[in-house]
């Protein structure tokens, strides 16, 4: 029987957290055990101490570096026998000030499929880092006909990627000119593209590279960027659509959309893990906006789950690991994605038949319980 440790914290919409839980039940489906220690409570160093000096647990597992010790000197984690996993849903350049923490036999795993050439090349003994993918819980799913939601997309409102560009001043004129040479050599791709790649590739014989830090000075606002120009790609092209859209900060979006035509959108307050899989349930299209360098993301196993549609970004992991019968990617540079929504409501039929593979994909590779199971084989192996 095998007892994890996992930990939860400060978490928007309870989104990592409840990945910590659905993770959690995952074990316990298996009959293992699994605690959960909560970081927002003051004294919870003390609980891990206590926990990892009486030896209760094989597998400590940090998710977006909850539970995580960050100081070299006296660190929780210096002699634990269990083995430690940090899990990441980001690029792991967003994380630096956790990545280089030596913590023995440390696997760091990134659903970023695109960056992990770039942290197998850093010459450092301190980190095992591999991919791995999101994923979900599976759901009862409803009959087809009776979901009454036609499009749904959960997210947070971004700022338009015009004012974001704005914002780039405060880096100085000669940054401008890089960040803009990246986009373009991002954007010129029709591959789904690596990020780190396209940075190197824009920039390296004016910049050096060699230090983490400093690309993650151009990593960072480039993403950001992009995660706002996907996003206002996806809304607009969809405005005139029957889309519910859930989250926060949408409504200046909701103003700029309102003030050049027509809007079909309603949008709706947040919600927390059960609420979308609810949501999903009475849904037939979930849409995903990703950056294609993402990877995967949890939005379209989620969907997957409770039967729904989904409809992706193509993303290199998705372009090279689901089948076509699965889910429908979209190239959202080069496509409209107003027209492949429109082509799936007018085909029901075939619209139903694709969630329904999508389903059988996701149960038979994508569940957390399959998730856990990678994580202990790594465990036996390493």
């Known amino acids: 029987m095998t007892s994890a440790l996992i930990f939860i914290g400060y978490s928007q919409y309870q989104s990592l957290n409840g990945m910590a839980y659905e993770i959690s039940n995952a074990y316990k489906e298996n009959n293992d055990n699994s605690y959960i220690i909560d970081t927002r409570i003051p004294d919870h160093p003390l609980m891990i101490k206590k926990i990892i000096e009486e030896n209760i647990v094989d597998i400590i597992i940090t998710i977006s570096g909850f539970g995580m010790d960050i100081s070299n000197d006296g660190n929780l984690y210096k002699n634990i026998t269990s083995k430690f996993f940090s899990l990441y849903f980001d690029p792991l350049l967003y994380y630096m000030e956790q990545i280089d923490i030596g913590i023995p036999g440390r696997i760091i795993t990134t659903t970023c499929d695109t960056d992990i050439d770039y942290w197998k090349s850093r010459d450092n003994k301190l980190y095992d880092i591999r991919h791995l993918p999101h994923a979900a819980t599976p759901q009862i799913s409803r009959d087809w006909n009776t979901r009454t939601i036609p499009i749904l997309f959960s997210g947070t409102g971004l700022n338009h990627p015009d004012d974001i560009k704005e914002t780039w001043d405060k880096h100085g004129a000669r940054k401008i000119i890089l960040f803009n040479r990246i986009l373009e050599e991002y954007f010129s791709k029709k591959i789904p593209y690596s990020l780190t790649q396209a940075i190197f590739q824009a920039i390296s014989a004016d910049v050096d590279l060699t230090d983490p830090w400093i690309l993650r000075s151009y990593y960072i606002p480039i993403d950001q960027y992009l995660r706002a120009w996907f996003r206002w790609r996806l809304v607009t092209s969809l405005v005139d659509r029957p889309l519910l859209v859930v989250g926060e900060g949408w409504h200046k979006i909701g103003e700029r959309l309102r003030a050049v035509g027509t809007v079909r959108i309603r949008f709706q307050r947040p919600v927390n893990i059960g609420e979308f899989y609810n949501l999903a349930s009475r849904t037939q299209i979930c849409l995903n906006d990703c950056t294609p360098h993402h990877g995967s993301h949890e939005r379209v196993f989620r969907a997957m789950a ?64 399959q998730r856990i199971k990678m994580l202990e084989k790594w465990e036996k192996s390493s």
């Open 306 to 369: 409770a039967g729904a549609l989904a409809v992706t970004n193509r993303t290199r992991w998705f372009a090279e690991h689901a089948p076509e019968s699965a889910l429908v990617q979209v190239d959202m540079v080069r496509e409209d994605m107003g027209a492949v929504v429109d082509a799936l409501l007018a085909n029901p039929i075939r619209a139903a038949t694709i969630a329904e593979a999508g389903n059988k994909w996701f149960k038979t590779f994508h569940t957390w319980s």
